[in-house]
């Protein structure tokens, strides 16, 4: 059974700092792996979507990588907003769309 | 941009009751989710409904709960008679084939 794991469970940093959120799933015969944003007590904002057969995908300030061989993905933010605050979450599809979700790293970016 | 919309956003109900949770998805997506996040916890799959059949339905996805889409627009989550347990947040999300899916606000269900 696919289990996705995320580090840190909660980060705070200061406006400006860049940072990474790690992602991790057990079995790497994935479909694909899509990057989400929660805000507080919000639906889920699709950020970014990489193919199994892509490494990385980038929008704005935020790049996404993914290392199937190794069951690992990184989302990297470039010089944090304190709008960027929120729960990001990471989900894998093993099956056509159907996504396994980790339990998030809570962002807390100060001014 | 589309989006995916649900209704009710917060729907309070006694133990027992009928609930039906509705979604519109993006109008041209084929593929549509129901999927829910009980207060802590991760967002865990519930049902995959395309070519207007269930495609894939997860162990929570009993014979409590159905699915069905009534009219080529909206799409129903069901529950027939709700328990404690059931209080979370529901999801719709749909998709279009690409792979990505898009998700909905969520409609909060406390049951009491």
């Known amino acids: 059974k696919q289990e996705v794991t995320q580090i840190p469970a909660a980060l705070s940093v200061p406006e400006g700092e860049n940072l990474v959120l790690n992602c991790s799933f057990t079995d790497s015969a994935i479909y694909n792996l899509q990057w989400f944003r929660q805000d507080p007590g919000k639906g889920l904002t699709s950020l970014l979507l990489i193919q199994s057969s892509q490494r990385e995908q980038t929008s704005g300030r935020l790049n996404a990588s993914l290392d199937k061989s190794s069951g690992r993905s990184t989302l990297y933010i470039a010089a944090s907003q304190p709008g960027d605050s929120a729960t990001y979450l990471c989900a894998v599809s093993e099956r056509y769309s159907t996504l396994t979700f980790g339990k998030g790293t809570m962002l807390l970016v100060s001014p | 941009e589309p989006e995916v919309t649900q209704t009710p956003s917060h729907q309070v109900t006694q133990m027992g009751q009928e609930v039906i949770l509705r979604c519109v998805p993006i109008?041209?997506?084929?593929?549509f989710y129901w999927y829910r996040q009980i207060l802590g916890q991760k967002v865990e799959f519930l049902v995959s409904?395309?070519?207007?059949?269930?495609?894939?339905k997860s162990e929570i996805f009993d014979d409590q709960f159905s699915v069905e889409r009534p009219d080529g627009s909206n799409f129903t989550l069901k529950i027939r008679s709700t328990k404690l347990e059931d209080s979370a947040m529901y999801f719709c999300a749909s998709g279009s084939g690409s792979g990505e899916l898009f998700f909905g606000e969520g409609s909060r269900l406390t049951v009491l």
């Open positions: 109008s041209n997506h084929l593929y």
């Open positions: 409904f395309y070519n207007n059949e269930i495609s894939e």
